[in-house]
Nanobody, 115 residues
Framework: QVQLVESGGGLVQPGGSLRLSCAAS????????MAWYRQAPGTQRELVAS???????NYADSVKGRFTISRDNAKNTVHLQMNSLKPEDTAVYYC?????????WGQGTQVTVSS
């Protein structure tokens, strides 16, 4: 059974930082591309950042230079370091492993950027 446990969300002021984590179990973690998506109310889910099994990263233009995705294959964990947060970053953030055949979703963690 696949489990994805996201953590690290919360309320932060504009310009602040948060670090999201996703702990995965039930999958062979190191063969999966890992990604973070986000969804704000009334919008479609969008890709924020991804990291391949070999460590290559990709970012949405809106977060380049502010967010950093990383993975720890020994701990089956992926992180998203978010700096210089803006109100438009407010959304539910989802962890997403994908190996081209199977994909899974976590329950999401709420990030709210507000003064």
């Amino acid at each position: 059974q696949v489990q994805l446990v996201e953590s690290g969300g919360g309320l932060v002021q504009p310009g602040g930082s948060l670090r999201l984590s996703c702990a995965a179990s039930g999958i062979i973690f190191n063969i999966y591309r890992m990604a973070w998506y986000r969804q704000a109310p009334g919008t479609q889910r969008e890709l924020v950042a991804s990291i391949t099994s070999s460590g290559s990263t990709n970012y949405a233009d809106s977060v380049k230079g502010r967010f950093t995705i990383s993975r720890d294959n020994a701990k089956n964990t992926v992180h998203l370091q978010m700096n210089s947060l803006k109100p438009e970053d407010t959304a539910v953030y989802y962890c997403n492993p994908n190996n081209g055949k199977y994909t899974y979703w976590g329950q999401g963690t709420q990030v709210t950027v507000s003064s």
